[in-house]
Structure formats: structure tokens, C-alpha cells
């Protein structure tokens, strides 16, 4: 065998160990938006409990890692859309929460911590914030008081995720059944299905 054939295989061999992981599933990196560019108006879980003892908001919550790929595909293509932008600032106070940040969190008189684990570990608010089911995205939406309306695991597009976030945040979740909302929901993207 000569040796550009040997270095080609090697080279074919080699770009497949990297494309393999694409395959199945996961992302291995997409280009993030920078919190200061996005057109969410993102704070932290602390900013978001201050603000709504002043003006009542349901509170939006991405719970993330850094290591999650499809949560940066989620920010730069879900929440980077206008129309889904618009929603999370002008109905919730929009949170950005790392589920392994080290630094703790006083909420309601618990100091939720940072809990080493593996090679990692999880931040005791992701846990609680989305019933010990950690997995990532997770999106949790809370009421004007504080209660879970519910999470939502996994990757959402914008289509799909602006009928879920008018839904909630218009309070339709309050009188309407999931169903009936399909039905009467009109979607602001041209030729979408949702």
C-alpha cells in the first residue's frame, strides 16, 4: 500500500472518530450568542426573585451547563428569535441558571448549595427546580408566587416553543386545555405547522 493511500485512510479514519459523536445525537459546539448580545433580557435567579416582590412576573428558568451542547443550539436558535425574545421579556423575568454553579442561593429561607458529584456535580436549586430529573435544556416556569407551572425538557425550536411560552405566559394555561389551545393559537412564522 502506498503511503497516500495509508495517510488517506488515516485521514478518512480519522475524521470519522470526530463526526461520529454528531451522529448520534449530540452537538458537540455551536457558536453562542454572548448574554450581552442576546436579545433576552437575562439575570439571575436572585435579580428575577427581587424584581417580581416589585412588579409581579411569572419567572422564566433555562436551567444549562456549559457543557450542554444543544443548550447553546437552544440560545442561538430559540431564544435569539425575535418573537420568543419579546414574549420572555415582556410577560417573565427571563433566568439564566447554570445547574453547576458553585455559588449558593437563599430562596424562601434555604440556602440551596453547590453538591459535588462524579467529575462534576449539581447545583441543589437545578435539582429541586426540576424534580432531581437532571437533564439538559430544562426550562421551568414559576407563577407570580413563586409555584412551579411546570418543566420542559429538552430541545425546543422556535415555532414550537413561542405557542408554549404564549400559552403560559398569557395565562391561557389557567382556562384552556393543551388540545384546545392548538386550535385556536395563531402562529406568527410564515409556513410554520404550529
Given at each position: 500500500m502506498t503511503n497516500f493511500k495509508k495517510i488517506s485512510i488515516f485521514l478518512f479514519l480519522l475524521s470519522g472518530s470526530f463526526a461520529a459523536p454528531t451522529a448520534y445525537g449530540q452537538v458537540q459546539s455551536?457558536?453562542?450568542?454572548?448574554?450581552?448580545?442576546?436579545?433576552?433580557?437575562?439575570?439571575?435567579?436572585?435579580?428575577a426573585i427581587e424584581?417580581?416582590?416589585?412588579?409581579?412576573?411569572?419567572?422564566?428558568?433555562?436551567?444549562?451547563?456549559?457543557?450542554?451542547?444543544?443548550?447553546?443550539?437552544?440560545d442561538k436558535n430559540t431564544f435569539s428569535e425575535p418573537n420568543v425574545a419579546k414574549i420572555l421579556n415582556e410577560q417573565f423575568y427571563p433566568v439564566k441558571f447554570d445547574a453547576e454553579q458553585k455559588e449558593d442561593v437563599v430562596f424562601n429561607g434555604t440556602t440551596f448549595k453547590f453538591v459535588p458529584s462524579g467529575s462534576k456535580g449539581y447545583h441543589q436549586l437545578a435539582a429541586a427546580l426540576?424534580?432531581?430529573?437532571?437533564?439538559?435544556?430544562t426550562v421551568v416556569f414559576l407563577d407570580?408566587?413563586?409555584?412551579?407551572?411546570?418543566?420542559?425538557?429538552?430541545?425546543?425550536k422556535a415555532p414550537e416553543f413561542h405557542k408554549i411560552i404564549q400559552f403560559i405566559g398569557g395565562d391561557f394555561y389557567k382556562n384552556t386545555k393543551w388540545d384546545q389551545w392548538q386550535t385556536i393559537y395563531k402562529s406568527p412564522y410564515v409556513g410554520s405547522q404550529d
Open positions: 455551536v457558536a453562542l450568542t454572548p448574554a450581552e448580545e442576546s436579545p433576552v433580557k437575562w439575570m439571575t435567579f436572585e435579580e424584581k417580581s416582590k416589585k412588579e409581579k412576573r411569572k419567572i422564566f428558568i433555562d436551567v444549562y451547563t456549559d457543557w450542554c451542547g444543544w443548550c447553546k443550539v437552544m426540576l424534580n432531581n430529573q437532571l437533564s439538559y435544556p407570580e408566587d413563586f409555584r412551579m407551572i411546570q418543566p420542559l425538557a429538552g430541545y425546543q
